[in-house]
């Protein structure tokens, strides 16, 4: 059956680098696109940035600069990097499956990172 | 970037037909995509297109809209209900999500 996994480290400092990784089973990456959202406690989710089937990459404008998405299919894994990370990082992290352009029908359960010394 | 704007808020008592609604800064076709979430859960798809019910959904879930003013239906409410609701688009890079409606059921 089709999951997602999200890891990474649960506590960065700040003005380093946050690395996640989205582990998936049930389907190709090569089929579906892939996107991460991040949820502030309390607030609304905000999407971050996409891996599209076809390999080719969008990211939130406010945060371009500071990102970046890969994949490797051989080990059917997503990986989301965003540097100098600020307390207002911190958030639950999802990543999520769609058809290109299409709603995400599956969603991990989430990492939680906090931003903090 | 596209905005999208919704209403904070809305209560509503069961049996009541409610619609939430969803409005972009400019056209969007039919890209808009709809969840639910509950506290402590990953957002869950209701409705894609605009007016496509994901499989699994009750009907009693609908979507509507195309170009700039989209609605989520929900007819009959139930308690369950409870929950924010977002909307999303995929018409316009990047993608973006509206700022949620919280549904309480009196």
């Known amino acids: 059956q089709v999951q997602l996994k999200e890891s990474g480290p649960g506590l960065v400092q700040p003005s380093r680098t946050l690395s996640l990784t989205c582990t998936v089973s049930?389907?190709?990456?090569?089929?579906?696109?892939i996107s991460w959202v991040r949820q502030p406690p309390g607030k609304g989710l905000e999407w971050i940035a996409a891996?599209?089937?076809?390999?080719?990459?969008d990211y939130n404008s406010a945060l371009k600069s500071r990102l970046s998405i890969s994949r490797d299919t051989s080990k059917n894994q997503v990986l989301l990097k965003m540097n100098s990370l600020q307390t207002e990082d911190t958030a639950m992290y999802f990543c999520?499956?769609?058809?290109?352009?299409?709603?995400?029908?599956?969603w991990g359960q989430g990492v939680m990172v906090t931003v903090s010394s | 970037d596209t905005v999208l704007t919704q209403s904070p808020a809305l209560a509503v008592s069961p049996g009541e037909r409610v619609t939430i609604s969803c409005r972009a800064s400019?056209?969007?076709?039919?890209?808009i995509h709809w969840y639910q979430q509950k506290p402590g859960q990953q957002p869950k798809l209701l409705i894609y297109g605009a007016s496509n019910l994901k499989s699994g959904v009750p009907a009693r879930f609908s979507g509507s809209g195309s170009g700039t003013d989209f609605t989520l239906t929900i007819d009959p409410v139930e308690a369950d209900d409870t929950a924010t609701y977002f909307c999303q688009q995929s018409w316009n890079d990047p993608l973006t999500f509206g700022s949620g409606t919280k549904l309480e059921i009196k």
């Open positions: 891996i599209w089937s076809g390999g080719s990459t």
């Open positions: 999520a499956r769609s058809e290109d352009y299409g709603g995400s029908d599956y």
């Open positions: 049930g389907f190709s990456l090569t089929s579906y696109a």
């Open positions: 400019e056209s969007v076709s039919t890209g």
